[in-house]
């Protein structure tokens, strides 16, 4: 049925025709063969707990391991949250050929980023494999339960599998090598102290594992089958592939033959926690069988590392080297390539990749490029002709990369008289991108401190196009710099030279510019410190490097007999199901046969009007079931019940805010309604301008109706005037996001009486309600709310999981199939609302020994688009914190902005109330000049005072 195709051997075009059987469309490809049988696959092959599994091209190729271990093998104690490798609820302890060190190894993934088709090969360990009720817990499990580990349970299977481990490549950790290796995990409840006990019982000083445990620790997969497979890989699909080749000759070929394909090399894949809209690619090249590419070279004049070398490898090869004369400075490089991401993903993600990343972003604040920049690195880059070109990182990153290849980069020993040093700012001192980060390489006469060449100054995070601070840098030359006025001058030309660009996301430009001045001038202080007066020694030395091992205890009490149990001590009984991933949460469950997955359709722009919607992308796009709008909601289209007032579940003609839900697009799978979501081409009209903060809400005089009566107690007017002292100030609280570890999600079935909602939601009949109402059923007794426990929620999920279960009873209603609604974290964060910000003007009597007299208070809250959940009714009953003020007055402000609608986040209404008046008891002991604490006592509630 295919004609006049003129088959050679060796053809590699792809071929499209119809079965003559059963008509059905079939792509395919001639296979090339030798006496050993065919040379490629169209499979791949990998183990999990020791079974074996053969993928073909039945699952699309942006599938993650993640994905598959929960949704087609159903191994749901391997969690999932940021998608982003940051949280580390993903982690799966995999085992690798490492071809820097021709040896088998242990390295903890994030299995949210890793992808299935690059499991080949490769034998995975998950929660499921290492403990359970029937077969008995792990250790690490039972630790980390009796040690009270565990509270919403979410996180706690990731901590596992993190300390499996490293225990896996290192039975005798060190407790700073425990800590060290728990940047990647997050938890938002427990709190780490009791995580750090347990986990820091493994150290050798401790109760290291013992020899039985270390046994089940190293018997990884019960089969000792090599997987490797010389053969490569080559899979289709009908709008990309995917292949695997095993040689630089393979590569270089599929370079060549796609050169005008938009194509990804695939090494650690991390790249797409960070910039998810990449794409859409026809081809995937996958470089991890490569081994020419994982070179590891030391020379006395070279070190020499491969593309293909992981940075976890890096650091190691760093630090290795370091020791070797002209070399010391690999060890400054080493523990600033430590503070990128977390363990996890240092272990998949390639200094290759981080470069290429910064090449296609010039916006992402690489520190490998700052180090290697600094450090004077040559790379290498290669084409499928052969040629091979040498450029500094800088260059590197103005060269079009298409069919190129970045193969290598080497480093050269420095001198005796050359410092080098690199900096990272960043928010948190691990898993965090820098604010600013910056490298300096400067070459010193040690007698004059001369600068005798051209020195490097160079920084990340100011702006896309900024990099060497060159005018500073010519200037320097020849100057001492023990001389006041050159440092002076240098701080001036640097000041002018660095512009900061001004990004809502980064840090502000004033702030990012500080802190440019501040590391050099923390750099020449260091380099000149024989020189100089001790006094500014604390200016180099670092906190965070020299930060102690955290430590912290839990005492209890004696346990009186005559109140056993009470008094003893126990682990909560569900934990030790939570550490094995036993404990089922709602994301958790099974799909139901013929379920549907549901995807928002939400606006990219605020306060304006829907022009036109035209979804039919969306819905030729195979997979896709239905699309819902507002005219299709039964019932009343709002989520929230009577009698809060009414909150759209679908946006009719008005847009309030950037990220409201449009619609909702119902298809097979969740990926499908994802990317039939953004298919939808929305036009906007009579846009204006939207209010984004609270000020600019109090300016534009946007308020909701007052949320309660102004408050008044005693006679604060009268009782001012007459106070000896005034003191007037004020304070912003600004807002903060759940980042709950379980994502919304709720699930809808049909039963013979009406729905059952499985919903991960702290208010229960909220959300019976709230379904009642959408749907239009006339009891809510119809309605049957499930749940069994949260993956975190703080208040997030008291009544924006209305969100969520609402719809997903409304796509049930439609279309008469089971449908799940689940949120990724990026629809969360824009559709769902966060902590309120307040803000605080206030006045403050006060007498001769500063006992307050009188507090007025007029406080402003912002709300968002709706005032549902504001708890601004709270404050006034908690001002008063535990001070004694005989008069007050308090004016409550809720003020609208096109924003989400702000909800509760963990003490609604106390925390900011406390917090103000806790600032006012700040100025006050600023004011009087007084301890803030003898300042507190002296206006302390006394016995017999009413609060």
């Given at each position: 049925?295919?004609?006049?195709?003129?088959?050679?051997?060796?053809?590699?075009?792809?071929?499209?025709?119809?079965?003559?059987?059963?008509?059905?469309?079939?792509?395919?490809?001639?296979?090339?063969?030798?006496?050993?049988?065919?040379?490629?696959?169209?499979?791949?092959?990998?183990?999990?707990?020791?079974?074996?599994?053969?993928?073909?091209?039945?699952?699309?190729?942006?599938?993650?391991?993640?994905?598959?271990?929960?949704?087609?093998?159903?191994?749901?104690?391997?969690?999932?949250?940021?998608?982003?490798?940051?949280?580390?609820?993903?982690?799966?302890?995999?085992?690798?050929?490492?071809?820097?060190?021709?040896?088998?190894?242990?390295?903890?993934?994030?299995?949210?980023?890793?992808?299935?088709?690059?499991?080949?090969?490769?034998?995975?360990?998950?929660?499921?494999?290492?403990?359970?009720?029937?077969?008995?817990?792990?250790?690490?499990?039972?630790?980390?339960?009796?040690?009270?580990?565990?509270?919403?349970?979410?996180?706690?299977?990731?901590?596992?599998?993190?300390?499996?481990?490293?225990?896996?490549?290192?039975?005798?950790?060190?407790?700073?090598?425990?800590?060290?290796?728990?940047?990647?995990?997050?938890?938002?409840?427990?709190?780490?102290?009791?995580?750090?006990?347990?986990?820091?019982?493994?150290?050798?000083?401790?109760?290291?594992?013992?020899?039985?445990?270390?046994?089940?620790?190293?018997?990884?997969?019960?089969?000792?089958?090599?997987?490797?497979?010389?053969?490569?890989?080559?899979?289709?699909?009908?709008?990309?592939?995917?292949?695997?080749?095993?040689?630089?000759?393979?590569?270089?070929?599929?370079?060549?033959?796609?050169?005008?394909?938009?194509?990804?090399?695939?090494?650690?894949?991390?790249?797409?926690?960070?910039?998810?809209?990449?794409?859409?690619?026809?081809?995937?090249?996958?470089?991890?069988?490569?081994?020419?590419?994982?070179?590891?070279?030391?020379?006395?004049?070279?070190?020499?590392?491969?593309?293909?070398?992981?940075?976890?490898?890096?650091?190691?090869?760093?630090?290795?080297?370091?020791?070797?004369?002209?070399?010391?400075?690999?060890?400054?490089?080493?523990?600033?390539?430590?503070?990128?991401?977390?363990?996890?993903?240092?272990?998949?993600?390639?200094?290759?990749?981080?470069?290429?990343?910064?090449?296609?972003?010039?916006?992402?604040?690489?520190?490998?490029?700052?180090?290697?920049?600094?450090?004077?690195?040559?790379?290498?880059?290669?084409?499928?002709?052969?040629?091979?070109?040498?450029?500094?990182?800088?260059?590197?990153?103005?060269?079009?990369?298409?069919?190129?290849?970045?193969?290598?980069?080497?480093?050269?020993?420095?001198?005796?008289?050359?410092?080098?040093?690199?900096?990272?700012?960043?928010?948190?001192?691990?898993?965090?991108?820098?604010?600013?980060?910056?490298?300096?390489?400067?070459?010193?006469?040690?007698?004059?401190?001369?600068?005798?060449?051209?020195?490097?100054?160079?920084?990340?995070?100011?702006?896309?196009?900024?990099?060497?601070?060159?005018?500073?840098?010519?200037?320097?030359?020849?100057?001492?710099?023990?001389?006041?006025?050159?440092?002076?001058?240098?701080?001036?030309?640097?000041?002018?030279?660095?512009?900061?660009?001004?990004?809502?996301?980064?840090?502000?430009?004033?702030?990012?510019?500080?802190?440019?001045?501040?590391?050099?001038?923390?750099?020449?202080?260091?380099?000149?410190?024989?020189?100089?007066?001790?006094?500014?020694?604390?200016?180099?030395?670092?906190?965070?490097?020299?930060?102690?091992?955290?430590?912290?205890?839990?005492?209890?009490?004696?346990?009186?007999?005559?109140?056993?149990?009470?008094?003893?001590?126990?682990?909560?009984?569900?934990?030790?199901?939570?550490?094995?991933?036993?404990?089922?949460?709602?994301?958790?469950?099974?799909?139901?046969?013929?379920?549907?997955?549901?995807?928002?359709?939400?606006?990219?722009?605020?306060?304006?009007?829907?022009?036109?919607?035209?979804?039919?992308?969306?819905?030729?796009?195979?997979g896709v079931v239905s699309i819902l709008y507002a005219k299709d909601i039964p019932g009343k289209n709002s989520f929230m019940p009577d009698p809060f007032p009414p909150e759209l579940l679908f946006a009719e003609d008005k847009i309030d805010y950037a990220g409201q839900a449009i619609g909702l697009v119902l298809a097979e799978s969740a990926a499908i309604a994802q990317e039939a979501a953004k298919l939808v081409k929305i036009t906007y009209k009579d846009q204006k301008v939207p209010i984004l903060n609270l000020f600019d809400g109090i300016k534009s005089g946007s308020f909701f109706p007052k949320p309660v009566d102004d408050f008044k107690y005693g006679d604060p007017d009268t009782a001012m005037q007459k106070c000896a002292h005034i003191i007037e100030g004020d304070v912003y609280l600004d807002t903060q996001a759940h980042f709950y570890m379980e994502n919304q999600n709720a699930t809808c079935e049909e039963t013979e009486d009406?729905?059952?909602?499985?919903?991960?939601?702290?208010?229960?009949?909220?959300?019976?309600?709230?379904?009642?109402?959408?749907?239009?059923?006339?009891?809510?007794?119809?309605?049957?709310?499930?749940?069994?426990?949260?993956?975190?929620?703080?208040?997030?999920?008291?009544?924006?999981?209305?969100?969520?279960?609402?719809?997903?009873?409304?796509?049930?209603?439609?279309?008469?199939?089971?449908?799940?609604?689940?949120?990724?974290?990026?629809?969360?964060?824009?559709?769902?609302?966060?902590?309120?910000?307040?803000?605080?003007?206030?006045?403050?009597?006060?007498?001769?020994?500063?006992?307050?007299?009188?507090?007025?208070?007029?406080?402003?809250?912002?709300?968002?688009?709706?005032?549902?959940?504001?708890?601004?009714?709270?404050?006034?009953?908690?001002?008063?914190?535990?001070?004694?003020?005989?008069?007050?007055?308090?004016?409550?402000?809720?003020?609208?902005?096109?924003?989400?609608?702000?909800?509760?986040?963990?003490?609604?209404?106390?925390?900011?109330?406390?917090?103000?008046?806790?600032?006012?008891?700040?100025?006050?002991?600023?004011?009087?000049?007084?301890?803030?604490?003898?300042?507190?006592?002296?206006?302390?509630?006394?016995?017999?005072?009413?609060?």
């Amino acid at each position: 049925h295919l004609t006049g195709l003129s088959l050679k051997p060796g053809d590699k075009r792809i071929f499209k025709g119809n079965c003559k059987n059963c008509n059905l469309p079939l792509k395919f490809k001639l296979n090339s063969s030798n006496q050993y049988g065919l040379l490629e696959r169209d499979f791949i092959s990998f183990q999990i707990n020791g079974v074996t599994y053969q993928v073909s091209n039945e699952y699309p190729l942006t599938m993650s391991l993640n994905d598959y271990l929960r949704d087609v093998l159903n191994l749901k104690g391997t969690k999932l949250m940021c998608k982003e490798g940051g949280c580390g609820s993903c982690l799966v302890n995999a085992e690798i050929i490492d071809y820097s060190i021709k040896m088998s190894k242990n390295i903890s993934i994030n299995s949210c980023l890793f992808p299935l088709y690059s499991c080949d090969g490769l034998k995975f360990t998950t929660i499921e494999g290492i403990g359970s009720k029937k077969t008995g817990f792990n250790e690490i499990q039972k630790r980390i339960a009796d040690n009270n580990g565990t509270q919403c349970g979410w996180c706690t299977p990731g901590m596992v599998m993190n300390m499996y481990n490293l225990l896996a490549e290192n039975p005798r950790p060190e407790k700073q090598e425990i800590e060290d290796s728990m940047d990647g995990n997050i938890c938002r409840c427990t709190g780490y102290r009791s995580i750090l006990t347990a986990m820091k019982s493994f150290a050798k000083d401790e109760k290291p594992i013992d020899i039985e445990d270390l046994n089940r620790i190293k018997c990884l997969n019960k089969s000792k089958s090599c997987l490797r497979s010389d053969k490569n890989v080559h899979l289709i699909q009908d709008q990309a592939e995917w292949f695997v080749p095993k040689d630089m000759k393979t590569l270089n070929d599929l370079l060549s033959q796609f050169s005008s394909t938009p194509y990804r090399l695939v090494s650690g894949n991390t790249s797409v926690g960070i910039y998810k809209s990449d794409g859409p690619f026809q081809v995937y090249i996958d470089l991890k069988s490569i081994e020419e590419l994982y070179m590891i070279e030391k020379y006395d004049s070279l070190v020499k590392i491969g593309s293909q070398v992981t940075l976890t490898s890096l650091i190691n090869a760093f630090e290795e080297f370091s020791s070797s004369s002209g070399f010391e400075y690999l060890h400054t490089l080493a523990h600033h390539l430590k503070k990128i991401a977390n363990r996890g993903v240092r272990n998949t993600a390639s200094w290759s990749g981080n470069l290429c990343m910064k090449n296609f972003h010039k916006e992402f604040p690489s520190d490998v490029f700052i180090c290697l920049e600094t450090a004077n690195a040559q790379l290498t880059v290669t084409t499928p002709s052969g040629i091979s070109k040498i450029l500094s990182p800088l260059e590197f990153m103005s060269l079009p990369l298409q069919s190129k290849l970045l193969y290598s980069f080497s480093v050269s020993p420095l001198t005796q008289d050359t410092f080098l040093r690199t900096y990272k700012i960043m928010p948190r001192s691990q898993n965090a991108h820098a604010y600013v980060n910056a490298g300096f390489r400067f070459s010193i006469d040690s007698k004059t401190m001369v600068v005798k060449s051209l020195p490097c100054i160079l920084y990340g995070g100011i702006s896309p196009e900024f990099a060497h601070a060159s005018n500073t840098e010519k200037f320097l030359v020849g100057k001492s710099l023990l001389n006041e006025n050159v440092l002076n001058s240098a701080l001036e030309i640097l000041n002018s030279e660095i512009r900061p660009d001004n990004d809502p996301v980064l840090a502000s430009p004033e702030y990012r510019r500080s802190l440019a001045l501040a590391l050099f001038y923390k750099f020449v202080l260091e380099i000149c410190q024989k020189e100089i007066n001790p006094k500014f020694f604390s200016a180099f030395q670092s906190l965070i490097d020299t930060r102690p091992l955290s430590q912290g205890s839990h005492t209890f009490p004696d346990q009186d007999p005559a109140f056993l149990p009470v008094t003893k001590p126990i682990p909560k009984l569900n934990a030790y199901l939570q550490a094995s991933g036993e404990a089922k949460y709602t994301y958790d469950k099974y799909s139901i046969k013929n379920q549907l997955e549901g995807a928002f359709i939400q606006s990219k722009i605020a306060n304006c009007q829907i022009g036109s919607i035209d979804d039919s992308l969306a819905k030729n796009r195979p997979g896709v079931v239905s699309i819902l709008y507002a005219k299709d909601i039964p019932g009343k289209n709002s989520f929230m019940p009577d009698p809060f007032p009414p909150e759209l579940l679908f946006a009719e003609d008005k847009i309030d805010y950037a990220g409201q839900a449009i619609g909702l697009v119902l298809a097979e799978s969740a990926a499908i309604a994802q990317e039939a979501a953004k298919l939808v081409k929305i036009t906007y009209k009579d846009q204006k301008v939207p209010i984004l903060n609270l000020f600019d809400g109090i300016k534009s005089g946007s308020f909701f109706p007052k949320p309660v009566d102004d408050f008044k107690y005693g006679d604060p007017d009268t009782a001012m005037q007459k106070c000896a002292h005034i003191i007037e100030g004020d304070v912003y609280l600004d807002t903060q996001a759940h980042f709950y570890m379980e994502n919304q999600n709720a699930t809808c079935e049909e039963t013979e009486d009406g729905y059952d909602i499985d919903c991960a939601t702290q208010w229960i009949d909220l959300v019976q309600n709230g379904v009642q109402y959408v749907l239009g059923l006339p009891t809510c007794n119809q309605v049957n709310v499930r749940i069994k426990q949260v993956g975190g929620a703080y208040g997030g999920k008291i009544t924006r999981a209305n969100i969520t279960a609402t719809a997903a009873a409304l796509g049930c209603f439609a279309t008469k199939r089971p449908v799940r609604v689940a949120l990724d974290l990026n629809s969360s964060f824009s559709l769902i609302g966060r902590r309120f910000p307040w803000y605080a003007k206030y006045k403050i009597g006060c007498d001769e020994n500063s006992k307050l007299i009188a507090i007025k208070i007029d406080w402003y809250c912002d709300a968002g688009n709706s005032p549902s959940d504001n708890s601004m009714p709270v404050g006034s009953s908690f001002i008063d914190n535990v001070y004694n003020c005989p008069n007050w007055f308090i004016s409550s402000n809720l003020v609208k902005t096109n924003l989400p609608a702000n909800t509760a986040v963990r003490s609604p209404g106390f925390f900011p109330a406390i917090a103000i008046m806790e600032t006012i008891m700040e100025h006050v002991s600023t004011y009087f000049k007084k301890d803030p604490i003898e300042i507190r006592q002296i206006n302390l509630y006394k016995k017999g005072d009413i609060t």
